[in-house]
């Protein structure tokens, strides 16, 4: 086990990861820092967006770069719960059922389109993202730590997908988009390519996965002001009354607010959270845990809007630096 981190320095870490992946995935640093902040909240990711846009590519290099083992899962209507947990292989020599392990026992797992498996997979992927562990014949079996979910999912498309529920989508600690490049950050990715002179991408590692234990649990000594802390809530509060929001975000969203800005002030060199860091993961945080009302469906409504709406009407507390 690794030696205890300060807090300045799991950012010095923190940030060397960050800026090994921004090596490969250009022009995403915003995206890159709050996918980042959520690992250190010890929390999964759901990546939102169409395809091309680099969602399989950020994942794996967040994996190299924490030197954690890396496995990816392509989600299909087929796909078994064995097929993710692993299922008792009978051993013709020892005479015996044997364990094989299946691809959720790594240190980041990559659920590729996670929309396109039928809810009894996506239950078996949600035992092990709350629970860290998976069931298998009545028999528990613990997953290694650290254990994340970078989970995909199209957007656009729906035909034969299976929507994931409120209370799956819940378990996300954030949804992230990155959306299209500028341009500039186009081209950078084609010149990238043609100087690689190859598909694949090889990170450094910086830390292994002692070390992003130790950079976890830097995060739990930052400290957060009650008035940061009440804002949280306040924030939380006001998405259940806003009149296009038929259910608005539980107390885990507030509670998933504090986490991840604490996660990121770490990771902008402080041992202490701001309001403007409760700001800046808001979106990502709560949007997917609001449901908006179902007569706006033709709308241009949407949870990140209401987001917005929140954070202008409610009062932003002073930022106040510890003693």
Request: glycine share 6%; proline share 7%.
């Amino acid at each position: 086990m690794s030696s205890p981190l300060s807090v300045a320095e799991a950012g010095r870490r923190a940030a060397e990861v960050l800026a090994e992946v921004e090596r490969v995935v250009i022009g995403k640093h915003e995206q890159l820092e709050t996918v980042l902040a959520g690992i250190l909240a010890k929390g999964h990711v759901l990546l939102e967006d169409v395809p091309g846009l680099g969602k399989t590519l950020a994942a794996r290099s967040l994996a190299q770069a924490l030197g954690l083992d890396f496995a990816r899962a392509q989600f299909t209507p087929d796909l078994l719960p064995a097929d993710l947990t692993g299922s008792f292989i009978y051993d013709q020599r020892s005479r015996e059922f044997e364990f094989r392990r299946g691809p959720v026992f790594t240190g980041l797992l990559l659920a590729d389109e996670v929309n396109r498996t039928p809810p009894k997979t996506q239950a078996a992927l949600l035992e092990a993202m709350q629970e860290r562990q998976v069931t298998v014949e009545g028999r528990t079996f613990v997953l290694p730590e650290p254990f994340h979910v970078v989970a995909t999912a199209n957007p656009v498309e729906h035909e034969g997908t299976y929507p994931l529920p409120e209370a799956q989508l819940d378990r996300f600690l954030l949804r992230v988009s990155f959306g299209y490049p500028t341009a500039d950050e186009e081209y950078a990715v084609l010149t990238g390519r043609l100087g690689r002179r190859r598909e694949e991408v090889v990170l450094d590692p910086v830390t292994d996965a002692a070390g992003l234990l130790a950079m976890q649990a830097a995060v739990e000594g930052v400290e957060v002001d009650e008035s940061v802390g009440r804002y949280c809530v306040a924030l939380a509060a006001a998405t259940r009354t806003h009149p296009q929001v038929l259910t608005g975000a539980s107390p885990r969203g507030s509670l998933a607010l504090v986490l991840v800005a604490r996660a990121l002030a770490v990771l902008r060199g402080r041992d202490y959270v701001v309001p403007e860091d409760v700001k800046a993961v808001a979106a990502p945080v709560l949007a997917h845990r609001i449901q908006l009302r179902p007569e706006l469906w033709m709308s241009d409504a949407s949870a990140e809007q209401v987001v917005a709406t929140v954070l202008s009407s409610v009062p932003t507390p002073a930022t106040l630096e510890p003693a």
